[in-house]
Protein backbone atom coordinates (compact mmCIF):
# COMPACT_ATOMS: atom_id res chain seq x y z
CA UNK A 1 0.00 0.00 0.00
CA UNK A 2 1.36 3.56 -1.16
CA UNK A 3 1.86 6.16 1.56
CA UNK A 4 -1.16 8.05 -0.20
CA UNK A 5 -3.83 5.12 -0.20
CA UNK A 6 -2.59 5.06 4.11
CA UNK A 7 -2.96 8.67 4.50
CA UNK A 8 -6.29 8.42 2.19
CA UNK A 9 -7.55 5.28 3.92
CA UNK A 10 -6.97 5.45 7.24
CA UNK A 11 -8.02 9.20 8.28
CA UNK A 12 -7.10 9.16 11.99
CA UNK A 13 -9.74 10.83 14.16
CA UNK A 14 -6.99 12.36 16.50
CA UNK A 15 -6.51 14.39 13.60
CA UNK A 16 -10.22 15.25 13.20
CA UNK A 17 -11.79 18.51 15.47
CA UNK A 18 -15.29 19.34 15.26
CA UNK A 19 -16.52 22.75 15.85
CA UNK A 20 -13.10 24.80 15.30
CA UNK A 21 -13.59 28.63 15.85
CA UNK A 22 -11.05 30.97 13.80
CA UNK A 23 -10.56 34.61 13.47
CA UNK A 24 -8.87 34.08 9.69
CA UNK A 25 -7.97 31.26 7.36
CA UNK A 26 -4.51 32.24 8.30
CA UNK A 27 -5.06 31.91 11.88
CA UNK A 28 -6.83 28.39 11.30
CA UNK A 29 -4.18 27.22 8.69
CA UNK A 30 -1.12 27.64 11.21
CA UNK A 31 -3.27 26.25 14.27
CA UNK A 32 -3.86 22.79 11.57
CA UNK A 33 -0.02 23.14 10.55
CA UNK A 34 0.79 23.25 14.27
CA UNK A 35 -0.77 20.15 15.24
CA UNK A 36 1.01 18.15 12.37
CA UNK A 37 4.04 19.61 13.70
CA UNK A 38 4.05 18.32 17.37
CA UNK A 39 2.64 15.22 16.44
CA UNK A 40 5.63 14.37 14.26
CA UNK A 41 4.51 14.52 11.03
CA UNK A 42 6.11 17.56 9.37
CA UNK A 43 9.13 19.43 9.48
CA UNK A 44 9.38 22.71 11.73
CA UNK A 45 9.42 24.57 8.26
CA UNK A 46 5.80 22.94 7.46
CA UNK A 47 3.54 25.69 9.13
CA UNK A 48 5.20 28.98 7.36
CA UNK A 49 5.19 27.26 4.00
CA UNK A 50 1.68 26.46 4.52
CA UNK A 51 1.11 30.03 4.70
CA UNK A 52 3.47 31.34 2.04
CA UNK A 53 1.55 28.48 -0.71
CA UNK A 54 -1.95 29.25 0.62
CA UNK A 55 -1.16 33.16 -0.20
CA UNK A 56 0.38 32.60 -3.88
CA UNK A 57 -1.60 29.79 -4.55
CA UNK A 58 -5.19 29.32 -2.79
CA UNK A 59 -7.08 26.18 -1.82
CA UNK A 60 -10.78 27.16 -1.31
CA UNK A 61 -13.25 25.08 -3.43
CA UNK A 62 -16.60 25.10 -3.94
CA UNK A 63 -17.85 21.43 -2.92
CA UNK A 64 -21.16 19.80 -2.70
CA UNK A 65 -23.33 21.76 -0.14
CA UNK A 66 -19.93 23.77 1.74
CA UNK A 67 -16.99 25.56 1.17
CA UNK A 68 -13.99 23.20 1.55
CA UNK A 69 -10.02 24.26 1.58
CA UNK A 70 -7.16 22.13 0.91
CA UNK A 71 -4.08 23.55 2.46
CA UNK A 72 -0.66 21.58 2.03
CA UNK A 73 2.58 22.60 1.04
CA UNK A 74 5.29 21.14 -1.22
CA UNK A 75 6.76 17.49 0.12
CA UNK A 76 10.16 18.82 1.21
CA UNK A 77 8.41 20.14 4.40
CA UNK A 78 6.32 16.90 5.33
CA UNK A 79 8.15 13.61 7.44
CA UNK A 80 5.00 11.10 7.09
CA UNK A 81 1.88 11.08 4.94
CA UNK A 82 -1.67 12.42 7.15
CA UNK A 83 -4.34 14.17 6.46
CA UNK A 84 -6.01 16.16 9.50
CA UNK A 85 -9.94 17.57 9.32
CA UNK A 86 -10.91 20.30 11.20
CA UNK A 87 -15.08 20.98 10.61
CA UNK A 88 -15.50 25.01 11.65
CA UNK A 89 -18.34 26.32 14.16
CA UNK A 90 -18.57 28.85 11.50
CA UNK A 91 -17.14 29.59 8.28
CA UNK A 92 -14.15 31.12 7.33
CA UNK A 93 -13.42 32.94 4.14
CA UNK A 94 -10.20 31.90 2.03
CA UNK A 95 -9.19 32.75 -1.37
CA UNK A 96 -10.35 30.72 -4.39
CA UNK A 97 -8.32 27.92 -5.65
CA UNK A 98 -7.84 29.42 -9.55
CA UNK A 99 -9.77 32.37 -8.64
CA UNK A 100 -9.34 35.84 -8.80
CA UNK A 101 -7.41 37.60 -6.27
CA UNK A 102 -10.29 39.66 -4.41
CA UNK A 103 -12.99 35.51 -4.73
CA UNK A 104 -13.30 33.89 -1.50
CA UNK A 105 -15.60 31.48 -0.47
CA UNK A 106 -16.79 30.77 2.87
CA UNK A 107 -14.80 27.88 4.06
CA UNK A 108 -16.74 25.50 6.92
CA UNK A 109 -14.55 22.26 6.39
CA UNK A 110 -10.66 21.90 5.96
CA UNK A 111 -8.62 19.23 4.86
CA UNK A 112 -4.95 19.60 5.53
CA UNK A 113 -2.88 17.53 3.36
CA UNK A 114 0.83 16.55 4.11
CA UNK A 115 1.91 14.47 1.43
CA UNK A 116 5.85 13.15 1.50
CA UNK A 117 5.77 11.53 -2.08
CA UNK A 118 5.02 14.47 -4.80
CA UNK A 119 3.64 11.32 -7.24
CA UNK A 120 0.98 10.98 -5.05
CA UNK A 121 0.15 14.54 -4.44
CA UNK A 122 -2.35 14.74 -7.86
CA UNK A 123 -4.10 11.03 -7.06
CA UNK A 124 -4.83 12.46 -3.51
CA UNK A 125 -6.28 15.13 -4.88
CA UNK A 126 -8.14 13.63 -7.23
CA UNK A 127 -9.53 11.49 -4.88
CA UNK A 128 -10.65 14.38 -2.40
CA UNK A 129 -12.61 15.90 -5.25
CA UNK A 130 -14.23 13.28 -5.87
CA UNK A 131 -15.57 13.20 -2.60
CA UNK A 132 -15.87 16.95 -2.38
CA UNK A 133 -18.86 16.06 -4.88
CA UNK A 134 -20.85 14.06 -2.77
CA UNK A 135 -23.41 15.99 -1.63
CA UNK A 136 -24.26 13.12 1.33
CA UNK A 137 -21.18 12.54 2.46
CA UNK A 138 -19.97 16.50 2.72
CA UNK A 139 -23.17 16.57 4.90
CA UNK A 140 -22.68 14.02 7.10
CA UNK A 141 -19.31 15.44 7.61
CA UNK A 142 -20.42 18.77 8.70
CA UNK A 143 -23.03 17.31 10.50
CA UNK A 144 -21.39 14.49 12.78
CA UNK A 145 -20.64 15.64 16.48
CA UNK A 146 -17.56 13.33 16.61
CA UNK A 147 -14.56 13.15 15.13
CA UNK A 148 -14.40 9.28 14.99
CA UNK A 149 -17.64 9.25 13.11
CA UNK A 150 -16.18 11.57 10.82
CA UNK A 151 -13.40 9.67 10.04
CA UNK A 152 -15.18 6.77 9.47
CA UNK A 153 -17.32 8.76 6.87
CA UNK A 154 -14.09 9.71 4.69
CA UNK A 155 -12.63 6.61 4.98
CA UNK A 156 -15.53 4.90 3.83
CA UNK A 157 -16.19 7.28 1.54
CA UNK A 158 -12.57 6.77 0.11
Not at 16 to 21: D, L, Q, S
Amino acid sequence: MSEIQKAVAAIDPSLVRIGVAAASCEELVAAMGTVLLEKGFVKPSYVQALLEREREFPTGIAAAGVGVAIPHSDASHVLQTTTAVWVLKEPVPFHVMGGAEEDSINVGIVFMLAINNPQDHLAFLQRLLGLFANEAIMSGIRRAGDPVIVAEIINQAI
